[in-house]
């Protein structure tokens, strides 16, 4: 363990829980945004410092979203649904946030405890998938929306190897679904090209993959010379002078999977460059400019900024969900 790596965080830490109101509600920030998957992101950090009240008020707060379906709706403001529809990998994420409380402490009682609801979810998730193995983004009150998305499809990736393996710790072995939502043979589909159009030119496209086990090193050494800025961080956009935290910390436990330690760590290191005089960091820096932009600073980007910071140092010192 890194001792002086969770100390620098802990600020990044507390602020997460600055947001979370008495409810367990993890807002983005004070703006009163929240919706299921950031809110998952928050509660991986916070079991990360073993924050085992907040996160179980948090755990509570998003289980009791989720409707009778397993769905839960994509986005809330101040408590009032602001997107008014279904996104396939939101609560499914719930699995990773319970599989890295349980690598921590060990606690198969907890995930017994929500047995139900842990395969009630996986059945809602089914509703998205198509007859040839994809998986549609959203839901409405129309339908099944047309785009399949390879970040929405790689969340959902993570989330079923996660699921597997509750499924194989509380003994619910003929539950397990063997059926694999992404892969290299399936990214070369022009379904994901959204709206018709290549969204390669989005980081998270080239780097989520990778934490699927779809992508090599030379994949990453691609995305390195495509997105990094030097001294900075991972563009999310090609073409956009902006580099965002989160997209930083996720690329960099890319980057560590396939074993470009030493470019993770130097990322990692260049992104706490960034942390305010309050303690956390914003979500982005627009280098052309010199500013930080969005004028919001997320509870998830924090979250997703320990994450890296422990996938790099084992703030943790046990094995970390994110890389099954």
Known sequence: MNKDIKKELLSAKNWILNNQKDNGEILWDDKGKWDFWDHCECLIALSIYEEWEAFRRGLDFCLNMVDEEGLVKSQYINGKISQDFFEAHHAPYIYLPLLQKYYIDNDINYLLKYRSEIHQIYNGAKRFKDADGYYHWALDKKGLLDDTLVTSSCSLELSRRAYNKICELIQDEEFIDHNIIISNTKLNSNKFDRGGID??????????????????????????????????????????????????????????????????????????????????????????????????DSTWTNAAIIMAADCIHDITGKEKVILI
Not at 199 to 210: C, E, G, L, N, W
Not at 216 to 227: P, V
């Open 199 to 296: 969204r390669t030119r989005f980081s998270m496209d080239s780097y989520y993959p990778i934490l699927c086990d779809s992508g090599t090193k030379e994949d990453a050494n691609k995305i390195l010379k495509k997105f990094y800025v030097d001294g900075l961080g991972i563009k999310c956009v090609e073409e956009e002078p902006w580099v965002t935290f989160a997209e930083s910390s996720e690329c960099i436990m890319a980057l560590y999977k396939v074993g470009l330690k030493q470019e993770a760590k130097k990322i990692l290191d260049e992104v706490l460059k960034h942390k305010n005089s309050k303690g956390y960091f914003p979500t982005g820096y627009q280098y052309d400019l010199g500013i930080y932009w969005p004028k919001e």
